[in-house]
């Protein structure tokens, strides 16, 4: 019997993480423009990149903004195209989807993680 109980117990574990994972990968997509409106409030964000590297991230309604890490400020833009958020700078060009996190967002390029931004 207590053989039995744990195994139904580890089951039913494994399936809730199952369903979890699988809801966190299915959530959808913010649309762009609401994204856009979320980032682009010209306050700054905190950036983490899949690099591993962070900086501040500003947008501005006006669809410039800046990036500033520790030894370098870049002026970048921004524009809604398709059904993605683009970031365009001398350092850096890519379209993004992003997910709303705990205190902040995710960005998505294609199915892989790309940058966070938070407050």
């Known amino acids: ?9 580890a089951a039913a574990f494994k399936f809730l993480v199952s369903v979890s994972a699988a809801a966190a990968q299915q959530q959808a ?3 762009p423009q609401k ?3 979320i980032l682009a ?3 700054p964000w ?9 900086f ?6 006006d669809g410039t903004g800046s990036v500033q890490a520790t030894l370098f400020t870049q002026s970048v833009t921004w524009s809604v195209k398709g059904d993605a958020l683009c970031l365009s700078g001398t350092m850096m060009s890519k379209c993004l989807r992003f997910q709303q996190i705990p205190g ?4 998505w390029q294609g199915d892989q993680p790309d940058l966070k931004v938070t407050r």
């Open 1 to 9: 019997m207590k053989t039995q109980l744990r195994l139904t117990t």
């Open 35 to 37: 994204a856009a409106v």
């Open 41 to 43: 409030d010209g306050a």
């Open 46 to 54: 905190s950036a983490d990149s899949p690099s591993g590297r962070s």
């Open 104 to 107: 902040g967002l995710q960005g």
């Open 56 to 61: 501040k991230l500003t947008l501005n309604k």
């Open 29 to 31: 997509y913010l649309p």
